[in-house]
């Protein structure tokens, strides 16, 4: 007002506010002709910022992790899990009141003690920087890369194919067909209500950037149709969802056979986090180094068999939180199939079998050192006790490309050695 008011005062000024005016609406004309033209994208634009806003949670403090991660300490009431409708009124559970019982003291850290002092120091990299507070819960900041990165913002943070790790399918050609290979061992035909494993840490090369390389315990509930329900935890080098080659704690949900339902960490509401010092999806450090030291990672999914959630804990110490029953169909009662393994994504974007490894990208034969494991793998029975599952089977799409040998002995109770290079002579 001010400025219009002075270019009022006098005549000449007024010719000068003419001219303006004219190369206004001449720019203002340009500007919204480029703007037509450009519609979707900022339409996009403001979808992805409209996403991050809602993933992105105001922080109490936020650390900067060396690999480029933001860690974002938030208020425990504000995590996304309470965004969902069904969590409004939610109270949230600080502890679970069962955690299984038996076996559990047996095998702790037997490997650390016996073969390398560094096993107890796996941690995750922003430590470093700092730690969050008392009552915030540390989340990975999602970047706006990443969302522009996924198909739409709808599929960002899910898995981006159908992927069925079933060992019997009644076709094949399926198996193969979505481009997932797997390398596992599983049960089957009982109730489970959660399993235990502790598996090496490495960081297998990834050929093509929308591959992706994860070790993972699988708790399954239902059939491998529409409707199955997975409750996923693991290690994952994936840089089409995170933009490096760096190995991430992980987890995943689904109620509906990866369609509309679940979703990586906390990138969709579900998952109760309690705990302060672990972030998911954030890097894990240090990884195993071939014929060196091993590292490895203990994981125990189970279900809280009053409260009826699922919780997950990392390591011996670190109970992250749980997933609320309601979540789920089959699960909501038990799971009817436990998986433990290995599975990549195998693009052939060339027309030949991609390299990106799995695991250590060694073969089981090479063993202890070199090959990739699960060790002390144990399931949880209807009575809430931890015990090693019986007739445990196998499954590899190609085990020329990515294989598993299961074994068992004193210490290391059930174990498996797992994975592969990819291509290779026999795997073309
Ligand atoms: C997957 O395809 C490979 C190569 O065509 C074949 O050798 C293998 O048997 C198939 N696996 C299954 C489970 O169908
Ligand atoms: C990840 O590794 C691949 C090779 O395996 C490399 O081409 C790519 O540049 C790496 N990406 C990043 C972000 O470091």
Known sequence: MAMGDAHFSSGRRSRRVVVTVVVFFFFWGLISLSCAARLPISKQKFQVQKHLNRLNKPALKTIQSPDGDIIDCV?????????????????????????????????????????????????????????????????????????????????????????????????????????HQHAIAYVEGDKYYGAKATLNVWEPKIQQPNEFSLSQIWILGGSFGEDLNSIEAGWQVSPDLYGDNNTRLF?????????????????????????????????IFPTSAYGSSQYDISLLVWKDQKEGNWWMQFGNE??????????????????????????????????????????????????FGKASYFRNILIVDGSNNLRAPKDVGTFTEQSNCYDVQIGNNGDWGNYFYYGGPGRNPNCP
């Not at 309601?326 to 693009?347: C, R, T």
């Open 75 to 179: 208020h425990i009431s504000q995590q996304p899990a309470f965004d969902h409708p069904f969590l409004k009124d939610h109270k949230i559970q600080m502890r679970p009141s069962y955690h299984p019982e038996g076996l559990y003291d047996v095998f702790e850290n037997k490997v650390s003690t016996e073969n390398n002092d560094g096993t107890n120091a796996i941690t995750q990299l922003w430590h470093v920087n700092g730690r969050c507070p008392e009552d915030t819960i540390p989340i990975r900041r999602t970047k706006e890369e990443e969302v522009l990165r996924a198909s739409s913002v709808k599929r960002y943070g899910k898995k981006q194919h159908r992927s069925f790790p079933q060992p019997r399918s009644a076709d094949p050609d399926l198996i193969n067909q979505s481009g």
């Open 318 to 367: 670190y109970v992250l939180g749980y997933w609320p029953a309601f979540l789920f169909s089959y699960l909501a009662d038990s799971a009817s199939m436990i998986e433990w393994g290995g599975e990549v994504v195998n693009s052939a974007s060339d027309g030949q079998h991609t390299t990106t490894q799995m695991g250590s990208g060694h073969f089981p034969e090479e063993g």
């Open 251 to 283: 987890t995943y949900w689904t109620s509906d056979a990866y369609q509309t339902t679940g979703c990586y960490n906390l990138l969709c509401s579900g998952f109760v986090q309690i705990n302060n010092e672990i972030a998911m999806g954030a890097s």
